[in-house]
């Protein structure tokens, strides 16, 4: 069984509009990320949460948006959608911030 | 620029040959890197790792070699198998990062029976 459960597994949007990426993890862990793989880049860090804080956020844009209502739960909300946030968001997790990180299998974005 | 280069970016070998994948970076603060096994429709898998404090780690038929004076590593799998067949992505952090890792842009490894 997954351990980090992301929803949904492909999500298409049009442009303008506003969707968010589910994650949950049962693994226990305190850290939780979200990186992002598209065709045109490597895979690129965008948010660390520790304990359910902010640690570190390396996305130029406010359109983009970590939620964390509980301790093994990251969503992220993605405001005005366009067609270059097509990629496909991976949420990961590790134990503590210095700890290995698992991946879940992502969700695909694809903004038409 | 491209912080972590991998190459090539592709590569076949044949069942029981040694793939030999490799990584080079910028930045000299890195001192963490770990190589991760992706298959398609799923996440990336942490494969092995090594710190900037040792030249070589060995997990089975894996090995990464480090060459921190010329900020290389190589990712060896001997005896090669189908079942590796995946996206190989080298990554490095530095110290204190907070797993914010830099990923290269992967290597494809097809392993022919």
């Known amino acids: 069984d997954p351990k980090i459960i992301q929803k949904p597994k492909y999500l298409v949007a049009v442009t303008g509009s506003e969707k968010i990426l589910i994650c949950e993890q049962y693994?226990?862990?305190?850290?939780m990320y979200w990186y992002r793989q598209s065709a045109k880049k490597p895979l690129e860090f965008m948010f660390s949460?520790?304990?359910?804080?902010?640690?570190d956020n390396q996305t130029a844009s406010s359109r983009f948006q970590p939620q964390s209502s509980k301790k093994n739960h990251l969503d992220l909300q993605i405001t005005a959608l366009k067609p270059d946030d097509s990629a496909t968001y991976f949420c990961?997790?590790?134990?503590?911030?210095?700890?290995?990180?698992?991946f879940g299998a992502g969700t695909r974005l694809s903004v038409l | 620029q491209q912080q972590v280069r991998q190459s090539p970016q592709s590569l076949t070998v044949w069942e029981g040959e040694t793939a030999i994948l490799n990584c080079s970076y910028e930045d000299s603060t890195f001192n963490y890197f770990p190589w991760y096994q992706q298959f398609p429709g799923e996440g990336p898998a942490l494969l092995i790792s090594?710190?900037?404090?040792?030249d070589k780690k060995e997990d089975g038929r894996f090995t990464i070699f480090f060459n921190k004076r010329e900020k290389k590593l190589s990712l060896h799998i001997t005896d090669s198998q189908p079942g590796d067949s995946a996206t190989y992505f080298c990554a490095a952090s530095a110290a204190g990062g907070n797993n914010k890792l830099t990923f290269g842009q992967g290597t494809v490894l097809s392993v022919i029976p």
């Open positions: 990961a997790s590790s134990q503590t911030s210095q700890n290995t990180l698992y």
């Open positions: 090594i710190s900037s404090v040792s």
């Open positions: 949460y520790s304990y359910q804080k902010l640690m």
């Open positions: 693994l226990g862990h305190n850290a």
